[in-house]
T-cell receptor, first 114, second 111 residues
Framework: QKEVEQDPGPLSVPEGAIVSLNCTYS??????FMWYRQYSRKGPELLMY????GNKEDGRFTAQVDKSSKYISLFIRDSQPSDSATYLC??????????????FGKGTKLSVKP | DAGITQSPRHKVTETGTPVTLRCHQT?????MYWYRQDPGHGLRLIHY???????DKGEVSDGYSVSRSKTEDFLLTLESATSSQTSVYFC??????????FGPGTRLTVL
């Protein structure tokens, strides 16, 4: 079983839809959770960061962490064509640092149609 | 790209030749990382640094070496490039080691 599982998609939605992106994980020690957005032929861009459980909202984006289910989600409200990108989840048990162990999902490719 | 540059941005080389990729940051962040990104595998850590001259191996370090002689520069060297090292290479930096910020990437093709 992979440490982090993420459906690769592709996911296609109409403009204005609510998008739900998800990752599951197996390591109960993970406590730092991130979502990155990666446009084609660009580097990943940090979108959301959450420590431990709970929700975090930033504009149209909401990140949720459910540690009891080992499940994290990213919701995008009022999706726009500019949201079309690959979304990567990432997580760490001990904050990375000298251990350098940020574990990434393989990414979900999202397409928002006008 | 958070004050990170990578050079070269594109490179084509032949099997058996040495290759060095450079990551330069202007943020004075302590931690620096090298990842490779391949279809079906996602981002995988090659090597990382937690200070000048302090480096350690990641998940896929075989065939790669790194050096960090200055805070701002982190070099990745492929000792003898192989076709399996054809990939997109990303450098990342971090203050704390958790929130990592990525550079624009280097596309390397080994023929």
């Amino acid at each position: 079983q992979k440490e982090v599982e993420q459906d690769p998609g592709p996911l296609s939605v109409p403009e204005g839809a609510i998008v739900s992106l998800n990752c599951t994980y197996s390591n109960s020690a993970f406590q730092y959770f991130m979502w990155y957005r990666q446009y084609s032929r660009k580097g990943p861009e940090l979108l959301m960061y959450t420590y431990s459980s709970g929700n975090k909202e930033d504009g149209r984006f909401t990140a949720q962490v459910d540690k009891s289910s080992k499940y994290i989600s990213l919701f995008i409200r009022d999706s726009q064509p500019s949201d079309s990108a690959t979304y990567l989840c990432a997580m760490s048990a001990d904050g990375g640092g000298s251990q350098g162990n940020l574990i990434f999902g393989k990414g979900t490719k999202l397409s928002v149609k006008p | 790209d958070a004050g990170i540059t990578q050079s070269p941005r594109h490179k084509v080389t032949e099997t058996g030749t040495p290759v060095t990729l450079r990551c330069h940051q202007t943020e004075n962040h302590r931690y620096m990382y090298w990842y490779r990104q391949d279809p079906g595998h996602g981002l995988r850590l090659i090597h990382y640094s937690y200070g000048v001259k302090d480096t350690d191996k990641g998940e896929v370090s075989d065939g790669y070496s790194v050096s960090r002689s200055k805070t701002e520069d982190f070099l990745l060297t492929l000792e003898s490039a192989t076709s399996s090292q054809t990939s997109v290479y990303f450098c990342a930096i971090s203050v704390t080691g958790v929130k990592q910020f990525f550079g624009p990437g280097t596309r390397l093709t080994v023929l």
